[in-house]
């Protein structure tokens, strides 16, 4: 009974030596109730390696787009996103914001954890709009924070101003520390892949993407 169950995921893992395997299952002779419960317990372990394995993969793969490749058509991406937003050195998203969207080299930036604290998020009417139309109020959060990632705070505080958004609710303008993909390191990246057909705008919403995994309050949420 335990052969079977310990058959599949064996065939699907790389990670565990077979010989290492059968070596632990060239078992003590068990009474077959113990057996098999030990044999259960091996096979779920197992078969919890490959699974491990299998994401782990997965997770390679995901990394390995995180530059836009030849192939891709120029559209903004979340792995294109990753790449834009994991660059190194001072003035990346990353440098400034921190890996897991806090905690970065700039104490000012906003906590991209945090997207109800975002000024835009207030200047756009807070939970009273989100609550009451969900769809327009993220559609507008997109345009308000791609223009500010786009332009970088100094010029989007100087020239945003949609009908819809109330500079008097956000507690001041932008602080000007907020770079967006003027900083170097993402300017240098647009530039290496411009060929690609990636333009400023296409980064600034594909960066715009990834940046809402890093949501904890569920805004993004489907
Ligand atoms: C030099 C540091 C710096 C860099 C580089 C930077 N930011 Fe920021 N960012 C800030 C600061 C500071 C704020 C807080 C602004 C405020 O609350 O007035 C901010 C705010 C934000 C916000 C919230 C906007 C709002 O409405 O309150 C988002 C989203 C954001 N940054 C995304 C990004 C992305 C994406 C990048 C890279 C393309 C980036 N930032 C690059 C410093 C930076």
Known sequence: MGRPLLALPLTATSTVPAEKIRMRCSCIPLPSGLNLG?????????????????????????KQKANPSPSDPPIPTRAMGQGLYEQNGANSC?????????????????????????????GLGGDAAFNKNKAEFLSRLETSVVDLILKGAV????TYKP????????????????LGVSGAP????????QARGVTK???????????????????FKN
Do not use: R
């Open 163 to 178: 009908d819809y958004f109330n500079w008097k609710a956000t507690g001041g303008p932008i602080n000007g520390q907020m």
């Open 38 to 62: 030990l044999n259960t317990m091996k096979a779920s372990k197992i078969f919890a390696v490959s699974l491990l394995s299998l994401t782990l993969a997965a997770g390679a793969q995901e």
């Open 94 to 122: 990353l440098y400034c914001h921190g890996v897991t969207g806090e905690q970065g080299k700039v104490a000012a930036a906003a906590k991209l954890t945090h997207p109800k604290a975002w000024k835009s998020y207030k």
């Open 201 to 219: 705008e296409i980064a600034a919403k594909a960066v715009y993407l990834y940046l809402q995994k890093f949501d904890t309050e569920g805004v």
């Open 186 to 193: 993402s300017a240098a990246w647009i530039k290496k892949y």
């Open 155 to 158: 010029a989007h505080n100087a």
